[in-house]
T-cell receptor, first 115, second 115 residues
Framework: KAGVTQTPRYLIKTRGQQVTLSCSPI?????VSWYQQTPGQGLQFLFE???????NKGNFPGRFSGRQFSNSRSEMNVSTLELGDSALYLC??????????????FGPGTRLTVL | AQSVTQLGSHVSVSEGALVLLRCNYS??????LFWYVQYPNQGLQLLLK??????LVKGINGFEAEFKKSETSFHLTKPSAHMSDAAEYFC?????????????FGIGTKLQVIP
């Protein structure tokens, strides 16, 4: 089975621009979660989607948004980029029962640099 | 909300020495705990998880972790470090938020293995 894929792997943007990141989950997985990873903050939860619906959301400003398509692929968008948005953005999929024991499978991440 | 604390953001061990990475949890109910590993330029990979079936959990690559309720700990160990173990390790706890799983990660511990 193919793993979680994320595109692009690297992005360089300037302040004020917007960006869209894409994630394709493992086949059969219907839950997709997004995390922001930075050296000082570790992994911060952004949001989780299941069957095209956002089920959970972290404490990020409204500039961060996401969506999920009927094939479970997900995108996240960041508008009006700030320097502090530079980070590794990780996507994770799970089989999606939403149970406490569910394992999340991570993609390699998209490295976003904001200049 | 449940949380985990990883003691030591950097740990150095000699090749062949014991690896001990510390994780303490804060939870009012029995927790579900995970250890993930992240190699450079990659996403996170599950090492092992505690789901209350057994207090000693064996994972991949020779790692294991013991759940100790009295100490609220879930430390990760490996008897003999290998150079390939150099990576960042994350402890995580699974919690319900709005009825669905939400995973909270620790800040991470970077393991350096000295030849």
């Amino acid at each position: 089975k193919a793993g979680v894929t994320q595109t692009p792997r690297y992005l360089i943007k300037t302040r004020g621009q917007q960006v869209t990141l894409s994630c394709s989950p493992i086949s059969g997985h219907r839950s997709v979660s997004w995390y922001q990873q930075t050296p000082g903050q570790g992994l911060q939860f952004l949001f989780e989607y299941f069957s095209e619906t956002q089920r959970n959301k972290g404490n990020f400003p409204g500039r961060f948004s996401g969506r999920q398509f009927s094939n479970s692929r997900s995108e996240m968008n960041v508008s009006t980029l700030e320097l502090g948005d530079s980070a590794l953005y990780l996507c994770a999929s799970s089989s999606a029962g939403g149970e406490l024991t569910d394992t999340q499978y991570f993609g390699p991440g998209t490295r976003l640099t904001v200049l | 909300a449940q949380s985990v604390t990883q003691l030591g953001s950097h740990v150095s061990v000699s090749e062949g020495a014991l690896v001990l990475l510390r994780c303490n949890y804060s939870s009012s109910v029995p927790p579900y705990l995970f250890w993930y590993v992240q190699y450079p330029n990659q996403g996170l990979q599950l090492l092992l998880k505690y789901t209350s079936a057994a207090t000693l959990v064996k994972g991949i690559n020779g790692f294991e972790a013991e759940f100790k309720k009295s100490e609220t700990s879930f430390h990760l160990t490996k008897p003999s470090a290998h150079m390939s173990d150099a990576a960042e390790y994350f402890c995580a706890v699974s919690d319900y938020r709005w009825g669905y799983q939400k995973v909270t990660f620790g800040i991470g511990t970077k393991l350096q293995v000295i030849p």
